[in-house]
C-alpha cells in the first residue's frame, strides 16, 4: 500500500523558519518526480514546489521561490520542503504528492500530474 506522511508542520511566526519532510512507502519513488501543493483555508490547493526524481531539476511557485528550497533525500523516497521567511499568506495545509510518470527526469506543476497524495501538515504563520 502507497504511503506518504508528512511532517514538520507548526506554528511560527513571520519571518520564520520550518522544514517539512514528506516520507513515501509501499513501493520505490526514487523514478518518480515529487511535489509539494498547499491549501489555505476557503482556497484551492494551488503548487508549491516541484523536483525531478533525480533531483536535478527543480521548479517553484512564484510566491514562494527564492524563499522556500524543495529537496530529495538519497534513497528518493523522502522529500524535504525547507521554508525560511515565512509570512501569513504561507498559512495553509501542506500535501507532498507523487507523480505519475515514471523515469522522465522532470518536474510536475498540474495536480493531475500526481496521483498518491499524503494527508498534510498544518503550518500556521502568525504576524
Known amino acids: 500500500q502507497v504511503q506518504l506522511v508528512e511532517s514538520g508542520g507548526g506554528l511560527v511566526q513571520a519571518g520564520d523558519s520550518l522544514r517539512l519532510s514528506c516520507a513515501a512507502s509501499?513501493?520505490?519513488?526514487?523514478?518518480?518526480?515529487m511535489g509539494w501543493f498547499r491549501q489555505a483555508p476557503g482556497q484551492e490547493r494551488e503548487f508549491v514546489a516541484a523536483?525531478?526524481?533525480?533531483?536535478?531539476?527543480?521548479y517553484y511557485a512564484d510566491s514562494v521561490r527564492g524563499r522556500f528550497t524543495i529537496s530529495r533525500g538519497n534513497a528518493k523516497n523522502t522529500v524535504d520542503l525547507q521554508m525560511d521567511s515565512l509570512n501569513t499568506e504561507d498559512t495553509a495545509f501542506y500535501y507532498c504528492?507523487?507523480?505519475?510518470?515514471?523515469?522522465?527526469?522532470?518536474?510536475?506543476?498540474?495536480?493531475?500530474?500526481?496521483?498518491?497524495w499524503g494527508r498534510g501538515t498544518q503550518v500556521v504563520v502568525s504576524s
Open positions: 504528492a507523487t507523480a505519475l510518470a515514471v523515469g522522465d527526469d522532470y518536474y510536475y506543476v498540474e495536480e493531475n500530474d500526481y496521483n498518491y
Open positions: 523536483i525531478s526524481w533525480s533531483g536535478n531539476t527543480t
Open positions: 509501499g513501493r520505490t519513488f526514487s523514478r518518480y518526480g
